[in-house]
């Protein structure tokens, strides 16, 4: 006896949860208690399933729109879909004038949602336009898709396609083959029709309401927090943020004393990056000089490493780039260069040779003496080859003060020059000009300095200098490292990527 209700439009009122459902009935189970409806419609939208079924635990009312009878040709559901998914509001079949059939709707309430009518999968029907429509329609495409469970069914709002034209234009029915393989596949690809125009303006309000968005995001963030995954919001931990000169990828621990001497130091300094480098007594710093000399760091290759790192300082303390440019020509510096007849003095005369090849204005003073040190003698002929100064007298000196003045009086054995009267005349003038001064090399004790510098550049490894030495840096001269060890210093270089790098007190 079910089976004599097969083919009847139905509208099935599930309640609040799953909303009310239309559409033909297609298989009734007795034993299950279950009723199928096939191109069901939910609350006026058509499902994308094409077929429901519903128990009848599930069901809170069922009302018959439509009974097919044995003279029906057409059904009445297959060509337009149900404007609401309130019970009682069907379609009826019957003639019109002309003989044909003819869609007569009911009024509907106008608080319920409307949709537009989607296009039929019957192409081979012919397209009926109700004569009641007098004015030419537009839909808007619009695509929303709610996905929510509940009792075990899934709910899916249908997408829109849309056109605009005239109400009364009746798109003609595709036929045939086209020739060619490729006509075949834009038959495909284009070649559906809108059968259907809708008569009324698409309530977007309406329809935006039977999405729940917050429902929606919920059921996200719930799924997120029990699977681990996290939130779409802000993080609750921020990102750890590194500098440009800080290492992302863990290593072993730092060891800042990486220079251990054999006698306790009484001063030590530290780099920038932290580096502890000890000082040295005067007597273990020459004898690192002399077994390096040994090994083959001869006294020319010592001054020439000297006086490359000494210009290098003294370029970036007269401005460096800003101050030598080819543009800057009126600008050239002045540097006063002050020798003595030792390996010191030496040390400078190579220093002011490469200042003076950099386009700096030296002035270099060194006293007459009948014999001088071969080395002094091998510098004195390279610096004669270059546009650099050279004066024996104080008087000769510039009067005006200069960008710099490079200390190389002093010397660790020779204290009998102190008391010479070239020594004093050239001691006065230096702290009378108002330059600044770079102490090459100094010697320890802070009674021996007659003119209190700015800057100090050691060599190797620094001495204890007093407070007159003013900043001091150090140098690297090509030691290298076993003949380090030779002398009893563990020794790891702190200069890194540079030659001459800041030493501060600890």
């Not at 030792?342 to 005369?349: D, L, S, T, Y």
Request: glycine share 8%.
């Amino acid at each position: 006896m079910a089976t004599d209700w097969l083919g009847s439009i139905v509208s099935i009122n599930c309640g609040e949860s799953l909303g009310v459902y239309q559409g033909r009935v297609s298989a009734v189970d007795q034993v299950r208690q279950t009723i199928s409806l096939t191109r069901p419609f939910h609350n006026g939208v058509k499902c994308l399933v094409p077929e429901v079924t519903f128990r009848a635990g599930d069901i809170t009312e069922l009302k018959i729109l439509e009974i097919p009878g044995p003279g029906d040709s057409r059904k009445c559901g297959d060509l337009q879909q149900m404007e609401t998914g309130i019970p009682g509001v069907g379609c009826q079949v019957g003639p019109s004038q002309n003989g044909t059939g003819k869609v007569l709707k009911k009024p509907m309430s106008s608080s319920a949602p409307q949709n537009i009518p989607r296009r039929t999968d019957m192409k081979n029907q012919d397209i009926i336009i109700s004569p009641q429509q007098q004015c030419s329609k537009s839909y808007m495409d619009r695509h929303l898709e709610t996905l929510t469970q509940s009792k075990g069914f899934r709910r899916r709002h249908n997408s829109w396609s849309s056109s605009s034209r005239h109400p009364n234009q009746v798109t003609p029915k595709k036929s045939g083959l086209k020739n060619g393989q490729m006509k075949s596949k834009d038959d495909e690809c284009f070649g559906d029709d809108i059968d259907e125009i809708p008569d009324t303006d698409f309530d977007f309000e309406g329809n935006l309401a039977l999405f729940d968005k917050a429902a929606v995001f919920e059921e996200i963030e719930t799924y997120e927090r029990r699977s681990g995954t996290r939130s779409r919001g802000t993080p609750s931990e921020k990102p750890a943020r590194y500098r440009h000169d800080e290492n992302i990828l863990e290593s072993e621990p730092i060891v800042y004393r990486r220079i251990v001497v054999p006698q306790n130091a009484n001063k030590e300094f530290c780099t920038d990056s932290g580096l502890v480098v000890p000082c040295v007594s005067y007597e273990l710093h020459k004898k690192l000089l002399s077994v390096a000399e040994r090994h083959g760091l001869t006294l020319e290759r010592r001054l020439e490493m000297t006086g490359v790192c000494a210009s290098q300082m003294a370029l970036s303390l007269l401005g460096g780039p800003n101050r030598l440019n080819p543009k800057n020509v009126h600008q050239r510096p002045t540097v006063a260069l002050l020798c003595g007849p030792h390996v010191k003095g030496a040390q400078g005369i190579s220093c002011g040779r490469h200042l003076s090849n950099h386009d700096v204005h030296v002035i270099l003073f060194l006293p007459n003496f009948v014999k001088m040190l071969e080395s002094i003698t091998n510098e004195l002929n390279l610096f004669s080859k270059t546009q650099g100064q050279q004066v024996s007298s104080v008087k000769d000196l510039p009067d005006t003060p200069v960008d710099l003045v490079i200390n190389c009086l002093d010397c660790h054995e020779n204290a009998f020059l102190r008391d010479q009267p070239w020594y004093k005349a050239v001691v006065d003038w230096a702290n009378q000009n108002r330059a600044p001064v770079l102490s090459i090399d100094p010697p320890i004790s802070e009674m021996e300095l007659g003119i209190d510098a700015k800057w100090s550049l050691a060599l190797g490894l620094p001495l204890p200098l007093g407070e007159r030495a003013g900043r001091v840096y150090l140098c690297d001269i090509g030691i290298p490292q076993k003949v380090f060890q030779e002398v009893g210093i563990n020794y790891h270089s702190p200069f890194g990527s540079k030659f001459v790098i800041p030493l501060h007190s600890t």
